[in-house]
């Protein structure tokens, strides 16, 4: 195996295994998904909530196969184009940013509702959600605007590092939040 190939697969090795993985917990979202709209009673709302983001989740979930088919299969052997980044990468990245902001603003709701917490931590969460969904939407613009080289620019990795980040911090803030709040009440939500 000369250098090329070992370069490759390693280069390669993530993104198959992060598909197989995310594809895998897409169906666990689907199974989540069908169990909620035979069970649910709540508000049309939410309802549509769950929707938009099943929705989204199976849009991201079709361009990250199409990326995997784009850069394994349908140009297997042309090394030329595996330095062009897919069109679907650069919607799915987009995608993601925005449901990962959806998640947060609708936990920080949730946190703010339940009212076990001082009202700062929902603020917290919501900005942190936003702040991120600001560095992602730089990162996607930029990324976009690249000619098509599948080689990302520093200053691309650091606005998404960034956005990731705070999307992470934001997470671990909604997750003590409402389990904090939940701990003391039997339900947590009112009806």
């Keep these: 195996m000369d250098s090329l190939e070992a370069s490759l697969e390693a280069s390669f090795n993530g993104m198959y295994y992060g598909f197989v993985v995310s594809t895998v917990l897409f169906g666990v979202t689907t199974v989540q998904a069908w169990i909620y709209v035979r069970i649910n009673r709540d508000s049309w709302l939410l ?63 949730r946190i703010y509702l339940l009212r076990q917490i001082h009202t700062s931590v929902a603020f917290i969460v919501a900005s942190t959600g936003t702040v991120a969904l600001v560095m992602g939407l730089v990162a996607s613009i930029k990324l976009l605007r690249t000619a098509d080289e599948l080689i990302i620019f520093a200053s691309v990795k650091k606005d998404m590092i960034i956005s990731l980040s705070l999307s992470v911090v934001s ?10 709040s939940l701990h003391t009440s039997r339900t947590g939500f009112k009806r």
Excluded: H, M
């Design 47 to 109: 309802r549509l909530l769950v929707a938009s983001l099943v929705s989204l989740d199976f849009a991201t979930t079709f361009l990250n196969s199409q990326t995997v088919y784009d850069l394994l299969l349908a140009n297997f052997g042309n090394l030329e184009s595996l330095f062009i980044t897919p069109i679907p990468f650069k919607a799915e990245i987009l995608i993601s940013f925005v449901v990962i902001f959806i998640t947060n603003t609708f936990f920080a709701y």
């Design 171 to 180: 997470d671990i803030l909604s997750t003590v939040a409402i389990s904090w």
